[in-house]
T-cell receptor
C-alpha cells in the first residue's frame, strides 16, 4: 500500500522568509503527484502537478514553485513568504481509479 | 473548465436525522466522482467513489447518488451521529485528463447530540 509522508507537520514563519515543504510517496513507482493549498474556511486549490521526475506543471502559482527532484519526492517552495501563504498544504497522489489520496498535510502560519 | 458547485456550505442536523449534500457540475465528459471527509485539523479521507456507469453507491451509513442527466451528485447521510461532524467535499474528474480534479467548496456538517 502506498503511504504519503509530508514534512514538516507545521511551520510558523515570518513574512519575507523562505519556505520549503516536502512530500514523499512510498509504495508506488512513478506516481502522479499534486500540491494543494487549503485556505482557512476550507476551499481547496490545486497548485501544481507532476507526472514524472523533473517535470512540474503549474495550475495556480500564488508566488510558489514546485520541483520533483526524485521519483518519490515533491517539493514546494518560495523565497519570500507572504501573509496570504498561510494555510494547510496537502500533497496527493492518484490511485488506481483516478481517485486522489492525500498526505497528512503541513499547516503553515505566516506572521 | 469544469465548474463544481456544492450546497449547502453549512449544515446542522440533530443526531439520527438525515443530512444531504449536493454538488452540480458542468462538464458532461466528467466520468469520476468522489466524496471526501475532512475532520477538524486533519487531511482529506476518501469516503466514496462513483463512476458514470453507476448511479447509486452505498457505504456505512451513507448513500451517494449520481444523476448524469442533471449533472448532480449527492451524499446522503442516513442517520447522522456526532462522529459525522466534519467538512465534506465533492470532487469531479476525468473530463480533461486525470490531472484535472475539481473540488466543490465544501460543506461543514455539525451533528447535534
Amino acid at each position: 500500500a502506498q503511504t504519503i509522508h509530508q514534512w514538516p507537520v507545521a511551520e510558523i514563519k515570518a513574512v519575507g522568509s523562505p519556505l520549503s515543504l516536502g512530500c514523499t510517496i512510498k509504495g508506488k513507482s512513478s506516481p502522479n503527484l499534486y500540491w494543494y493549498w487549503q485556505a482557512t474556511g476550507g476551499t481547496l486549490q490545486q497548485l501544481f502537478y507532476s507526472i514524472t521526475v523533473g517535470q512540474v506543471e503549474s495550475v495556480v502559482q500564488l508566488n510558489l514553485s514546485a520541483s520533483r527532484p526524485k521519483d518519490d519526492q515533491f517539493i514546494l517552495s518560495t523565497e519570500k513568504l507572504l501573509l496570504s501563504h498561510s494555510g494547510f498544504y496537502l500533497c496527493a497522489t492518484t490511485g488506481g481509479m483516478a481517485e486522489q489520496f492525500f498526505g497528512p498535510g503541513t499547516r503553515l502560519t505566516v506572521l | 473548465g469544469e465548474q463544481v458547485e456544492q450546497r449547502p456550505p453549512h449544515l446542522s442536523v440533530r443526531e439520527g436525522d438525515s443530512a444531504v449534500i449536493t454538488c452540480t457540475y458542468t462538464d458532461p465528459n466528467s466520468y469520476y466522482f468522489f466524496w471526501y471527509k475532512q475532520e477538524p485539523g486533519a487531511s482529506l479521507q476518501l469516503l466514496m467513489k462513483v463512476f458514470s456507469s453507476t448511479e447509486i453507491n452505498e457505504g456505512q451509513g451513507f448513500t451517494v447518488l449520481l444523476n448524469k442527466k442533471d449533472k448532480r451528485l449527492s451524499l446522503n447521510l442516513t442517520a447522522a451521529h456526532p462522529g459525522d461532524s466534519a467538512a465534506y467535499f465533492c470532487a469531479v474528474s476525468g473530463g480533461g485528463g486525470y490531472q484535472n480534479f475539481y473540488f466543490g467548496k465544501g460543506t461543514s456538517l455539525t451533528v447535534i447530540p
